[in-house]
């Protein structure tokens, strides 16, 4: 046997035990990840030490990027079963998760390192420890080509004192960092700091600026955001056409319902258009029916339309029922529950009447 097909042979033994190391990892202890990859390290180095001729090293040299290749590919698994059995699985199992993420990110995965830290975060698959999670995330955004979610976690962290002091300057300059790199999160959440001065004053055209481009980015949500700062002047000229054009162009998708509301709240009052109350009752009737998160007001919007025949035809008792779904909604303020209890109570009063025969 020539000396490549020893060296073959034994790539070829090391990444059996490689693998059957990673099999019985979780039920038996044994040399860390970080450890074996050394040693498979070591014995390459040996054996190419051993080895004289120049074209032998040169394929043994590339037997060493197969080998490393061979490496990255395990921890991207790692990485991606991590992410599902945290994200996608049935019910979800964060422990394991957990475990996947550090074997990966012991084989240098950066991603599955930021991942860890998340976990450690929030508490996924493992104790809470924030100021753990925060010290992964200043590793990762000092990395030459840094992380640019743990940037935008960092962000996070610094604004609303999680592991660390709040410091907003700071937030603001992580949050800065990672949208200059292209982190849509991060996008919006400095647009958002510049909107309410967090950081930094105000600077409304900047933050109408940062909304622009996630709208040229197809971003739905950078959209609305723009058609909101559009309708109301803030940032920029008010135009109610292009804020109508905007809130359109965001409710096509059937994946987004977060415009949907404004588009027909134009729609109904004649904002930039004419008035529609057709289309604007089967936006929000498709709306609150396909999404049943969707805001109590929007849900008051579509009772109003029952309530009061606005591009259907009147029924009260349907009024009644979305005004009920209303209150048991998020984002109600007292005004709104005091304003949908009003509705439900002339409603009751309506239907009282209807059944004497008055």
Known sequence: ??????????????????????????????????????SMVDSLGETISSMSSANTSQNMSATIIDSQDSLDKQAESLYQQGHFFLHFATPRKPELAFTKFT?????????????????????????????????????????????????????????????????????????????????????????????????????????????????????????????NCKAGGLGTTASNEEALALFKNASESDIYWGAKPQYALFLLNGIGTEPDHAKAFQILYETCTRWPCVSGTTKILLGRCYHFGVGVEQDLETASYWYERALRSYGMSMPLVEECEFLIKDVQEKLASTRKGY
Not at 129 to 138: D, F, G, K, T
């Open 103 to 227: 074997a990966a990110s012991e084989l240098g995965s950066l991603a599955a390192k930021h991942q860890q830290a998340y976990c450690l975060q929030h508490g996924f698959g493992v104790e809470k420890n924030e100021r753990h999670a925060v010290s992964i995330y200043l590793n990762l955004s000092a990395e030459p080509k840094p992380m640019v979610a743990s940037l935008n976690q960092l962000g996070i962290c610094y604004h609303l004192g999680v592991g660390v002091e709040v410091d907003e300057e700071r937030a603001l300059n992580y949050y800065k960092r990672a949208a200059e790199l292209g982190n849509r999160d991060a996008m919006f959440n400095y647009a958002y700091c510049l909107r309410h001065g967090i950081g930094a004053q105000r600077d409304n055209e900047k933050a109408y600026s940062i909304y622009v481009q996630l709208a040229e980015l197809g971003d739905l949500q950078g959209m609305k955001l723009a058609g």
């Open 1 to 38: 046997m020539n000396p490549l097909d020893k060296q073959r042979k034994l790539i070829s033994y090391q990444r059996l035990h490689f693998m059957q190391h990673l099999n019985r990892r979780r039920n038996t202890a044994g040399p860390s990840l970080d450890s074996l990859a050394l």
